[in-house]
């Protein structure tokens, strides 16, 4: 079993940048997939960005061109990188692991002020 722990989030004004990490307890090496979501006040939580097993990443389209997603498997750590941040931007974002069971972290908040 694996725990995750997000840090990072916190209040930023419009157009700035926050960098979200992602420590797990350990290794993802071998996971099938490692990503974020997150989830507004009164909304279901909804994809954000992940990275499969080869590398490949996929982004919401609501994020592509200003969230880059990366791992440091030496490190088991899961980053990502916010820029040009917007006030839809704003919510708990979660990071998890798929190594036969999906694992979730407990979340991190993030405020985009206007």
């Known amino acids: 079993q694996v725990q995750l722990v997000e840090s990072g989030g916190g209040l930023v004004q419009a157009g700035g940048s926050l960098r979200l990490f992602c420590a797990a307890s350990g290794s993802i090496s071998a996971s099938a997939a490692v990503g974020w979501y997150r989830q507004a006040p009164g909304k279901q939580r909804e994809f954000v960005a992940l990275i499969t097993t080869g590398t490949v990443t996929h982004y919401a389209d609501s994020v592509k061109g200003r969230f880059t997603i990366s791992t440091d498997k030496a490190k088991n750590t899961l980053y990502l990188q916010m820029n040009s941040l917007k006030p839809e931007d704003t919510g708990v974002y979660y990071c998890?692991?798929?190594?036969?069971?999906?694992?979730w972290g407990q979340g991190t908040q993030v405020t985009v002020a206007p």
């Open positions: 998890y692991v798929s190594l036969g069971s999906n694992y």
